[in-house]
């Protein structure tokens, strides 16, 4: 099963994709983690990708599709993957299609997470991200055991850089501009599924286990 999970910053895509991932035993690929492990890690990629991240821009396409083309080769794709955060333009839904069309295959899902952007900032100001697993909380509607710490890990939880409100606002504007126009995309080659992501959290994903069919 090959899964597209679209929707704006704080849409709900990272909590979603974990689950599912899990569910069904797929790898989840998700471009912000692996630009932020590079960050974290200081290399090349990771320095370039941060200045775009840090103003709420997109990373240039070409920094991101070879990656990504590359990563669902692997062997551990040949079941399926879940990608989360990728693609975000349309140079990149149609350079996956490419790639993917040269292998024969195609991709099954495009999940559509509506979120309006009056609950975004609210979400995103209460995010906390773990710095040692990636593992993602929400001080009010996913708290952890005890404040501040991971409860998978035991590390230190942090606000993302890129969560301060006023870069939230820049985030929101550059989907509507870049990453919206992927709905009609999908919807026309009939792989679109829309799903409520104002929901808590457990009625999200049982509403995309269905349509995936638990
Ligand atoms: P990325 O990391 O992908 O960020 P994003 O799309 O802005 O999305 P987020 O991760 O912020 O939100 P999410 O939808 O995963 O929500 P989450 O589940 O965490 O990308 C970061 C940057 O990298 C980009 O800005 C760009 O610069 C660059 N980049 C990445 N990919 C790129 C690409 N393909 N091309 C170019 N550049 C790229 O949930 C948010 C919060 O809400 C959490 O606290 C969560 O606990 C809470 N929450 C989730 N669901 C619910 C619910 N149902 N009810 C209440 N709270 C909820
Ligand atoms: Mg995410």
């Known amino acids: 099963m090959k899964i597209i999970m679209l929707g704006a910053p704080g849409a709900g895509k990272g909590t979603q994709a974990k689950k599912i991932a899990e569910k069904y035993q797929i790898p989840h690929i998700s471009t912000g983690d692996i630009f932020r492990a590079n960050i974290k890690n200081g290399t090349e990629l990771g320095k370039k990708a941060k200045t775009y991240m840090d103003q709420g821009l997109l990373v240039p396409d070409e920094l991101v599709c070879d990656l990504v083309v590359d990563r669902v080769k692997q062997e551990d794709c040949k079941n399926g993957y879940i990608l989360d955060g990728f693609p975000r333009t349309i140079p990149q839904a149609?350079?996956?299609?490419?790639?993917?069309?040269?292998?024969?295959?195609?991709?099954?899902?495009?999940?559509?997470?509506?979120?309006?952007?009056?609950?975004?900032?609210?979400?995103?100001?209460g995010r906390r991200a773990?710095?040692?697993?990636?593992?993602?909380?929400?001080?009010?509607?996913?708290?952890?055991?005890?404040?501040?710490?991971?409860?998978?890990?035991?590390?230190e939880l942090i606000l993302r850089d890129d969560d301060k409100p006023e870069t939230v606002q820049k985030r929101l504007s550059v989907y509507h501009?870049?990453?919206?126009?992927?709905?009609?995309?999908?919807?026309?080659?009939?792989?679109?599924?829309?799903?409520?992501?104002?929901?808590?959290?457990?009625?999200?994903?049982?509403?995309?286990?269905?349509?995936?069919?638990?």
Do not use: W
Not at 108 to 120: C, K, L, R, S
Not at 132 to 155: F, L, Q, S, W
């Open 130 to 155: 773990c710095v040692g697993c990636g593992a993602t909380y929400h001080v009010v509607y996913a708290p952890t055991k005890k404040e501040g710490i991971c409860d998978a890990c035991g590390a």
């Open 94 to 125: 149609e350079s996956l299609d490419a790639a993917l069309a040269a292998l024969g295959e195609s991709m099954d899902y495009a999940i559509n997470v509506e979120v309006p952007d009056e609950n975004i900032v609210n979400r995103m100001s």
């Open 177 to 214: 501009e870049q990453t919206q126009p992927l709905i009609d995309y999908y919807r026309n080659k009939g792989i679109l599924k829309d799903v409520d992501g104002t929901m808590e959290m457990d009625a999200v994903f049982q509403a995309i286990t269905e349509i995936l069919g638990a």
